[in-house]
């Protein structure tokens, strides 16, 4: 397996930008844009290989992989204590856990994968 395949390339249209925009999320804050979607797939593809080859020429370790990765449904989310009470209150509102109230929000405002 090539060390690239072990990161997540994402490739997706920008109405904002009217283009195809490539992102290596955990790499690199950069990324690439053009017309061609498999264009811009082959270039961050490209800019993936340069930027692990700059990690090995500096002796350094490359990021955590980004592909594969398991996620056990939990995660640790510090939204301060004004948040956390009107949160807390809007979910007694309508009578669901803080947890429900939360995680409904939360996907009413990630678009799916």
């Given amino acids: 397996m090539k060390r690239s395949n072990q990161y997540i390339k994402i490739v997706e249209w920008s109405e904002e930008d009217q283009c195809y925009i490539g992102r290596l999320p955990g790499v690199t804050f950069g990324g690439v844009h053009g017309d061609d979607e498999v264009a811009v797939y082959r270039e961050i ?59 409904k929000a939360l996907k009413e405002k990630v678009t799916p994968a």
């Avoid at 490359?62 to 979910?91: C, Q, W």
């Fill in 45 to 103: 593809c490209e800019v993936l290989d340069e930027i692990l080859d700059m990690y090995e020429k500096d002796g350094e370790p490359p990021p955590p992989p980004t592909a594969g990765k398991h996620y056990s449904g939990k995660f640790n989310l510090r939204v301060g204590k004004d948040l956390h009470e009107r949160l807390a209150i809007e979910s007694m509102k309508i009578g669901e856990s803080l947890n429900q109230y939360c995680v």
